[in-house]
């Protein structure tokens, strides 16, 4: 099992210390490094910079937004990227929501999964080095009425194949990431509750004629040690209650949903309640401490070691730390100790 260091968003007078962190995690054979985008910091730009400042991490988009960018735009940066990095780039993509795809970007959320079959196939064409003609429901090209030619992407990548990943949380969109992706990013991932996740992928990858073997699950796995399991918890509240509660709308939050599905629907009722009443403190506070075990790293090192073999056990590749608690210094001890715990557990 690998390990990945997820950075979250940038912009917020963390950059310097998220670069910190991004050197540390090289320096210590961490695989992958990611970076996210909402509607602040966008991914490329910073992947960008974090990939001229280290040397052998990979760097992940996690994700970039299909609704943000056309596929040859995504296929170009990805290029670009897999070039300027030495062939250290991974292609994390995801639908977003309906409020960021139709709000800031003005691209209707209609047909997810309709939209996304055609986005990658176009992005693989690219990547591919062919020249790029597709006639689908949400993309033609060329367009058929004007100047336009088909064209061929210009940059040669790296790899003959950059890896290809799948923000998803649905089943049908799990089953989509089995199919024609090379990995899956998850959030709030429960070994506990992974049977029925993969089984989605397994179908997806049936359909493609392949099996689980080589597939790359990526939990982002928030970590935060002590001796107090509710002490350990608690500066991981806000980052479940804004998913639980705040990501979408109260109709259509998929976090809101996958925690329902995990069996806390009465929890996931009434945090979205208090978020969306804007009582963001009551809201965090019921965040039940069961589930923030499950999707997390919580308690003394000793049982973190105890809990990675549960992770290695459901399939995970590559675990992706987040460190939300302490300052630089605690959160650069936190990485040092989970490269120290992996191996100790015989898992690296």
Known sequence: M???????????????????????????????????????????????????????????SAV???????????AMTAATLDTLSGGRFRLGLGVSGPQVSEGWHGVRFAKPLART????????????????????????LPLPDGPGKALTLTVHPVREEIPFYLAAIGPKNLELAGELFDGWLAIF????????LKASISAGRQKAGKTLEGFDIVPTVPVS??????VCAEPLRAYSALYIGGMGS?????????????????????????????????????VPLDFIDKTSLIGSPDRVKERLHAYNDSGVGT????????????RIATIRKMAELVDQAGLA
Do not use: C, H
Not at 319 to 330: F, I, K, Q, S
């Open 2 to 60: 690998r390990l990945g260091l997820n950075l979250g968003y940038w912009g917020f007078g963390n950059d310097a210390d998220n670069l910190a962190l991004a050197r540390e995690a090289d320096k210590l054979g961490y695989s992958v490094v990611w970076a996210a985008e909402a509607y602040g910091s966008d991914t490329a730009t910073v992947l960008s910079w974090i990939a001229a400042q280290t040397t052998q991490i990979d760097v992940g």
């Open 64 to 74: 970039f937004q299909i609704p943000a960018r056309t596929p040859a735009m995504t």
């Open 117 to 140: 079959r055609e986005y990658v196939d176009i992005v693989k064409l690219a990547l591919a080095r062919q020249k790029v003609k597709y006639d689908g429901e949400f993309f033609t």
């Open 189 to 196: 991932y429960s070994p506990e509750y992974s049977g029925e």
């Open 225 to 230: 040690f002590g001796d107090d399991l509710d």
């Open 250 to 286: 109260r109709d259509k939050n998929f976090y809101n949903q996958l925690v329902t599905r995990m069996g806390y629907e009465a929890a996931a009722a009434e945090v979205q309640d208090l978020y969306l009443a804007r009582k963001q403190p009551e809201a965090m506070a019921a």
């Open 319 to 330: 675990l992706t730390v987040a460190t939300y608690a302490g300052d630089l210094e605690t």
